[in-house]
């Protein structure tokens, strides 16, 4: 079973509000990707490291000391119109991996306990998928309309709802199979890895970058 890193990279990545390049710009002093590098690089049962990029220049922002292989992939899937699962289908075409660990690289914090843990599941069989979320307890609404409450009810204890879980999104473990099988990240069989919003804080815009400093300098994030 060949177990492979996987981190789709766009080189030109501005923000939804903000014209900044993410991608490019650094955190205490390091590229965002290097995170990600070096939180795979820990985990000894990952056969390979691949990022996937239609500019060989993102090499250019990775650290000498860091192991890792660059794919090449076609200049088109880096439109605004492209899906993510048109990447991974891309990537499989080039790539012989039996079970997918795909890492966004914009969250630095993730832990390597956090990953390894995805990767098990989804190793041992009993899981197809797996993926990291947050778990809210809290009134939640979707569509003008209350989720998991009712307004002709009495107000439950937040203890008492049925909590609201959002993926976190910027991991995900999958095999091969599932993926050829129904062209998506999460199948029917799939194990949901409960983080907190420290470890799972993505830097996209500039006030992300600006709390993730500051996590840094306070300490609380430690160099894996």
Known sequence: MKIVGF?????DYSTTTQ???KNQRKLAGRHL???????????????DIVIFAS???VLEYVDNDLDYSFLQRPDYLDQDDITIEEIISEFLNKSDADVIVLLHPNSPFLQLETVATCIEKVKSGKYDSAFTAYKYH????YQGKPLNYSL???TPKLEEI??????QASLYVFTRNLFLEKSRRIGDNYFIKEINHFEGHDVNEPDDFEIAELIINSGMYKEL
């Open 55 to 57: 500019n060989p220049k």
């Open 162 to 167: 049925e909590p609201v879980i959002l993926e």
């Open 19 to 21: 014209k900044i390049n």
């Open 138 to 141: 809290k009134f939640a609404w």
């Open 152 to 154: 002709n009810e009495a």
């Open 33 to 47: 990707i290097n995170y990600s590098l070096t939180l795979l690089n820990r985990i000894a049962f990952i056969d």
């Open 7 to 11: 981190i789709p990279y766009w080189l």
